[in-house]
């Protein structure tokens, strides 16, 4: 009877402890997927932080040293040409070194998409890791 009651015990506690771990490891495959699935973009867009960081576009324009900022109301001569709408002051851009400006959702999108260059002159976002060695491939 003790023997029987061991058994049963034993039996009881192994299947409680299956019923809480398999939500724990249900829960750590789905973390990890996410991680997994969202970790690429998140590298390339560190990737761009590093070449064009974020900035308002008050901030980038007196870094620029050009001639003062107009005022929101004043301010139509910037046009995001991803979006079509207007960039105000507040609102986030990339610094890019061609100095065309987007907001920086519109760039982030563009990016994502594979497009490593400028929207508007096509100016690489990255310089090119190597170049090829032999001449006869520069002159072809």
């Keep these: 009877l003790i023997i029987a009651l061991g058994v049963g ?3 009881v506690t192994l ?4 019923l ?4 724990l490891t249900l829960i750590q ?3 990890m997927l996410i991680y997994v699935y969202k970790s690429p973009s998140e590298r390339r867009l560190r990737k761009l932080d590093a070449e064009s960081p974020i900035c308002t576009l008050e901030e980038w ?3 620029a040293k050009i001639p003062p900022l107009p005022s929101d109301d004043e301010c139509d001569q910037f046009t995001c040409a991803i979006c079509l709408d207007s960039v ?3 609102h986030e851009i990339r610094d890019l070194k061609c100095l065309h400006v987007f907001h920086r959702e519109c760039l982030d999108k563009w990016y994502l998409q594979d497009q490593f260059h400028c929207p508007l002159c096509h100016r690489a976002y990255f310089k ?3 170049q090829p060695t032999n001449e006869f491939v520069w002159m072809v």
């Design 88 to 90: 105000l002051r507040s």
């Design 9 to 11: 015990l034993s039996v």
């Design 29 to 31: 495959r789905v973390q």
């Design 20 to 23: 809480l771990y398999a939500p």
């Design 128 to 130: 090119q890791q190597f």
């Design 61 to 63: 324009w007196s870094r």
């Design 15 to 18: 299947i409680i402890m299956c």
